[in-house]
């Protein structure tokens, strides 16, 4: 099993008072929040979730916090799935968006990624490779 830190490590970060801000926090699986993740923007910087929140509350602030202040809560609303993907894929070749990886497995290591998927402390995507090369991989340098 490989670990790949990006996200995790700045939610360390502010609990250490490292003060390393992004212009958008994507979370895809719903675990954060925006008040988590609202110290993590620059000024003008976005949140969006894959999930409506606690008591939808998402959706509210989508609509309130361009009125409160210059952090904000976007909610996806797919109306063209092949733009969305490919604008996506524009931003990784150009090296505006980086994928969280959490952890890397082998085909064999299935039942472990299983295992490590139903604790619910992922952070970010975990990855099965049918072939594993242990010099290097599609995610570039990491750590064994």
Do not use: H, W
């Not at 609990?15 to 926090?25: A, N, P, T």
């Not at 994507?26 to 999930?51: H, I, N, Q, R, W």
């Not at 894929?89 to 139903?118: C, G, H, N, T, W």
């Amino acid at each position: 099993m490989i670990e790949k830190e990006v996200f995790g490590d700045a939610l360390k970060k502010i609990e250490k008072g490292i003060d390393e801000k992004y212009d958008f926090v994507f979370d895809t699986v719903g675990k954060s929040s925006f008040a988590k993740c609202k110290s993590l923007l620059k000024p003008g910087g976005a949140y969006m979730s894959s999930e409506l929140g606690p008591m939808a509350v998402n959706l509210f602030l989508s609509l309130v916090t361009p009125f409160l202040g210059n952090k904000k809560v976007r909610f996806p609303v797919p109306l063209d799935r092949n733009a969305s993907v490919r604008l996506i894929k524009d931003f990784m070749e150009q090296e505006k968006f980086k994928p969280v990886i959490d952890r890397l497995y082998s085909l064999e290591e299935i039942p472990e990624a299983y295992r490590y998927v139903e604790t619910g402390q992922k952070i970010g995507n975990v990855v099965i490779f049918l072939i594993m090369d242990s010099v290097s991989s599609p995610m570039g340098v990491i750590k064994e």
